[in-house]
T-cell receptor, first 112, second 111 residues
């Protein structure tokens, strides 16, 4: 049983560019949450998707958007990248009826 | 909004000793409190969690206690081993089952 997977592993972009990160949840999981983890900090909640809709959102600007597909996989899009967007982006999936969030390995985004 | 404070930021213990990490949360409606372990360069992994209707939970060498009145919860690791070295994060959430929006503490590096 594959765990949560994310792609790409690493990404380098320049200011102003746009980026798309991808996440595949664990088998049987239908809810996907995205978190941003700056170096030396705890993860911060960006948003959560269920049934292809954004269910909850954290304190992130509209430059951060997402999508969930019918197969429950998800994308995180960030527009107009800023230096401060450099971080590890983590995806977590949850099975219906459970609170346990299983994290993927993350995508390390560097903005130059 | 919810805020979670975590102490200490670094904790050094001798092998075999116990380690205690403490967290305080601000939102009295929080109902779910997981603890994650993150080794360098790896994903956070859930090690134990507790819901607001339970005061204490144990799993082998790991235990978590919750004091709802004081709004704090603690992680206890007994008989520490070298493989316990990692960064530990507490989190709190007030969501419905299956839709938790985790608010994390700043982490404790256990050496």
């Amino acid at each position: 049983d594959a765990g949560v997977t994310q792609s790409p592993t690493h990404l380098i972009k320049t200011r102003g560019q746009q980026v798309t990160l991808r996440c595949s949840p664990k088998s049987g999981h239908d809810t996907v949450s995205w978190y941003q983890q700056a170096l030396g900090q705890g993860p911060q909640f960006i948003f959560q998707y269920y049934e292809e809709e954004e269910r909850q959102r954290g304190n992130f600007p509209d430059r951060f958007s997402g999508h969930q597909f019918p197969n429950y996989s998800s994308e995180l899009n960030v527009n107009a990248l800023l230096l401060g967007d450099s971080a590890l982006y983590l995806c977590a999936s949850t099975r219906g009826g459970s609170d346990t969030q299983y994290f993927g390995p993350g995508t390390r985004l560097t903005v130059l | 909004g919810e805020n979670v404070e975590q102490h200490p930021s670094t904790l050094s213990v001798q092998e075999g000793d116990s380690a205690v990490i403490k967290c305080t949360y601000s939102d009295s409606a929080s109902n779910y409190f997981p603890w994650y372990k993150q080794e360098l360069g790896k994903r956070p992994q859930l090690i134990i969690d507790i819901r607001s209707n339970v005061g204490e939970k144990k799993d082998q060498r790991i235990a978590v206690t919750l004091n709802k009145t004081a709004k704090h919860f603690s992680l206890h690791i007994t008989e520490t081993q070298p493989e316990d070295s990692a960064v530990y994060f507490c989190a709190a959430s007030r969501g419905n089952t299956g839709f938790q929006k985790l608010v994390f503490g700043t982490g404790t590096r256990l050496l």
